[in-house]
């Protein structure tokens, strides 16, 4: 069973910076594009983005470009998510996913495995 566990969120002014972390567990992180998500409540979940097995490609949602930067160590089966110039918009519960499938798209519905999510707060 493969398990995803997100940590690194808090609470952070306005223009601050966090890094998040998940790490993966039970499986072959290496073979598993990873991306990251995000949800507030009464919304759906929404793509920040992903990168590929390999770290070649990485895609990012248009909100999250030039602020976000997508890594992942294969050797510590971990992927990261660095949030630059954060703003109170970008507050959410931030979710990292697994995709096995090799689709690694911009929906929800097609990733395989999710964390729990960690909570993002930013305040003005």
């Known amino acids: 069973q493969v398990q995803l566990a997100e940590s690194g969120g808090g609470l952070v002014q306005a223009g601050g910076s966090l890094r998040l972390s998940c790490v993966v567990s039970?499986?072959?992180?290496?073979?598993?594009?990873m991306g990251w998500f995000r949800q507030v409540p009464g919304k759906e979940r929404e793509f920040v983005g992903f990168?590929?097995?390999?770290?070649?490609?990485?895609v990012y949602a248009d909100s999250m470009k030039g602020r976000s930067t997508i890594s992942r160590d294969n050797a510590k089966n971990t992927v990261y998510l660095q949030l630059n110039s954060l703003k109170p918009e970008d507050t959410a519960v931030y979710y990292c996913?697994?995709?096995?499938?090799?689709?690694?798209?911009?929906?929800?519905?097609?990733?395989?495995?999710w964390g729990q999510g960690t909570q993002v707060t930013v305040s003005s």
């Open positions: 996913a697994a995709d096995l499938g090799g689709r690694a798209t911009m929906a929800s519905k097609d990733w395989d495995y």
């Open positions: 039970g499986g072959t992180f290496s073979r598993y594009a």
């Open positions: 990168i590929s097995r390999s770290s070649s490609n990485r």
